[in-house]
Nanobody
Framework: VQLQASGGGLVQAGGSLRLSCAAS????????LGWFRQAPGKEREFVAA????????SYADSVKGQFTISRDNAKNTVYLQMNSLKPEDTAVYYC????????????????????WGQGTQVTVSS
């Protein structure tokens, strides 16, 4: 599968952005999906994940209640709605995909994913 992330940009603190990640192929529903981010000088960190079924989600503690991950299998797209953005949310955001056996599993570690998008820059100004 090939992944194309979009929707990043420059936003003021307190603002919102919605990231999208479009996937190629006809087996999108067989993939669990996730979002990670990497700030300058820092390691890539987990942000959010959603199961193949869409019924299970996981979030990093730092974004719980602030970010929402969702998927639209008809559009082969996963989204990350980001609200109340803070300067510390500034990073390159990456989407990722892999194919776990179970419908309800969420993958929260970067090494669990084989497929990655190119990243989209999110900059939050104070």
């Amino acid at each position: 599968v090939q992944l194309q992330a979009s929707g990043g940009g420059l936003v003021q603190a307190g603002g919102s952005l919605r990231l999208s990640c479009a996937a190629s192929g006809r087996t999108f529903s067989s993939y669990a999906l996730g979002w990670f981010r990497q700030a300058p000088g820092k390691e890539r960190e987990f942000v959010a994940a959603i199961s193949r079924s869409g019924g299970s989600t996981s979030y990093a503690d730092s974004v719980k209640g602030q970010f929402t991950i969702s998927r639209d299998n008809a559009k082969n797209t996963v989204y990350l709605q980001m609200n109340s953005l803070k300067p510390e949310d500034t990073a390159v955001y990456y989407c990722a995909a892999d194919r776990p056996l179970h419908l309800t599993v969420t993958l929260t570690a970067w090494y669990e994913y084989d497929y990655w998008g190119q990243g989209t820059q999110v900059t939050v100004s104070s």
